[in-house]
Structure formats: C-alpha cells, structure tokens
C-alpha cells in the first residue's frame, strides 16, 4: 500500500557528468522498455508516483540515493530515454527543472494533438498539472520552492506528477508525488508516497482533511462583498503586531473581542509573515475573487493571480475571526523509504525493502543489459 505525503533529500548544488547522464540514459530507455512490456505504461508512470521506487529506479539507473539530483536527472534522463519512442511506448513526459517546467502545458498540448485527443481531454491534463504545482506551493507553505515540474501521461489517459522544491535555509529538497488513480479531490489530501529526512515544526496545509472548515469559510468570504472581507481584513491589520500572541478564545468571544478592538492576549500564530498586512495586491485579488464568487475551494485557488499570500490570508481571517483553524501539521511523515538502520521513525521493513530490490532484480533480469552491466547492477542492488 502505498503510503500519502511527500519526499524530502539533502539539497545537492553539483551538476551530473556527461557520461554518467549518457549511462542513465542507455539503462532507462531499457529499463522503462522491459517494465512497460510486462506491465504496461499504466502500471510504469503509476510506480513513478511511488517516492520509494522512484527513488529505487535512480539508483539502479547509478545515481546517488540520497540526493536531491536524482529527482531531476532521473526525470531528464527518462525523458531522453524515450525520445522518440513515446508513441510505441504510449508514455510521455513533459516539462522538468526551471524554465523547462514552465513548458509543461505546450508539451502537453503537442502529444495530445499527437494521439489525436480531443480539446476537453488535453485541457484536462493541462489542468491538473497546473493545479498539482498550485497545491504545492500555495496550499502546502513550508517554505520549499518550487523549481522542477514533470508530468507524465499516457496514451489512456493516466498521469502522474513528480514535483520538486527547495529549502536553502533548511539545505534539503522536498518531493511531491501525486498520482491520477489516488487523487479523489485535488485540493484534499491528493498526495501518494511518503518518505523524508526532515519535518518542520509548524507548516500551514491548506490540502488537509483538517482543513476542510478552513478552506469552507474561505469559499464564502469571497462570496460576499469584497468591502466585507476588507473589513474583516482591517481589523486583523489593526491588530497584527498582537496577532503573533493569539488568545484561546472560544469564536464568540474572540470575534467581540476584536471588532471591540479590545485588548488580548494572543498565542504564536505561524500563519503571520513580515509585512502580511501592507500590499495593494492582497485588495486586488480579493476584489477580483468577490467579483467572480468562485462556487468552491478549488475553483478559488484555481483562479489567476490566487498564491500562497492570498490563500494565507483568508486563512487567517478564518481561524481569528470565524474559529476556523487549518492544519499546521507537516504533511512529511516518514524518514526513510523502509524505516531507518537505528529503528528513526520505524524499524526496517525487511520484507517490503526485499519485494523493492526483488522487482527491480526482475526487471534488470528482463533488460537488454550486457552480462557485464547486469553484474555491476545487482552489486549496486545488493
């Protein structure tokens, strides 16, 4: 069963050497051959969603395991492996790392037109991948930059996300995985796999089940008059400097409390940045919002111009004013693909970490490698 949440490595700064590309190149174009062979290219972009054998498949493919590079060579060298065999393999990658995911939806757009998909279909597929990177970085703020975007599809219709962002501060790189099959709601817990090194104390997770009360009063803020939400707005800028010291108030007293501009007071609340209050563009978007009434969350976060400072701030209108508190839960869960060698967060799983090198075994088995090529494999895998 695959577990729900994101990835999370040691951030590498160094660039790949051209003969080490080249050989992960040669070793995934035979790789995905021999897996979409036996399983289909359903079955192959669903594994890639898997955090776990993602990161299996980059070390068979000879890169480092732990490192923050294989995310985005692994995914440039897949895409050069089937570089003109997409249409026989019926898998197809799109964007990747900086300027080159910004490509994502006319890439799209060109292997859809290619298999002759309708227009509902290939908009259908750009506007998940929009989304997904939407979600990432404005829904989930833990302060990890997104900088590489893929999306992989297939001729029937699957896809999966591998997206990936950056900490300097913490000096690690985060992983989001999602997956077609898995992703019920976009916005609600759409994530698959989980494995990661780091957890932050405090990270607001808009994409939680939790919460759902948060982003329901968020929905109806903006479904009012855009004088209304400013004031509401108002209120809290009046009162920012107190807001980091937020008072346990039940939502009554809170709410009388404030539009009383009494004095309260308030615990740490984490949803407070620098300046919060003081941008043009907050009224703007809202206004913007109000005009349009977005009839749900998704639509909301969906709309141009909607980012993390937007969604941020309806937030906290919800919880201060409404009593509406999100989640501030790290969606990170786990430290290791199959727990760590000192029992951190879990002991082993010695029979999950088995069936991993066991598959991959099989299927370097089934490649055409040399005898030579497989032999330094099974080293690598043992």
Known sequence: MIQRGVATFGLDYGTCPKWLFERMVKLGREMTRAIVAEEGPDEF??????????????????????????????TAA????????????????????????????????FWGEQLNLAPQPISSLVYNSRMAAKVDSALIQDDFQIYHHAFFFTKNGAWTVVQQGMNAAEQSARRYHWHSKDVKDLINEPH?????????????????????????????????????????????????????????LSNGQQRLKLLNLETVEFKSHPVIKENFFKSKYLEKIFWILCDKK????????????????????????????????????????????????DSTPYPVDRPTYDQTIEYMRQYVNKAKFSPVEKQKIFKKLQ
């Open 192 to 248: 698959s796999g989980i494995s990661s090194q780091i957890t932050l104390p405090s990270v607001l997770n808009m994409s939680a089940a939790t919460s759902d009360k948060t982003r329901q009063i968020s929905t109806e803020l903006v479904g009012q008059n855009s004088g209304a939400l400013m004031k509401d707005i108002k209120i809290l800028a009046r009162h920012s400097s107190d807001l980091s010291q937020m008072a346990d």
């Open 45 to 74: 972009i669903r594994r890639l969603a898997d955090p776990a054998w993602f990161q299996s498949l980059g070390t068979v493919l000879a890169f480092d395991w732990n490192a923050s590079g294989l995310t985005t060579i692994l």
């Open 78 to 109: 897949l895409k050069e492996a089937i570089r003109g065999e997409e249409m026989d393999l019926g898998i197809f990658i799109c964007g990747g790392k900086g300027k080159t995911s910004r490509k994502t939806p006319e890439q799209i757009q």
């Open 294 to 341: 977005p009839q749900n969350y998704e639509k909301l976060l969906a709309t141009e111009g909607v980012g993390p400072k937007t969604i941020r701030a309806l937030a906290l209108v919800a919880e201060v004013i409404y009593g509406a508190k999100p989640s501030y839960e790290d969606p990170a869960r786990y430290s290791f693909a199959h727990g760590g060698k």
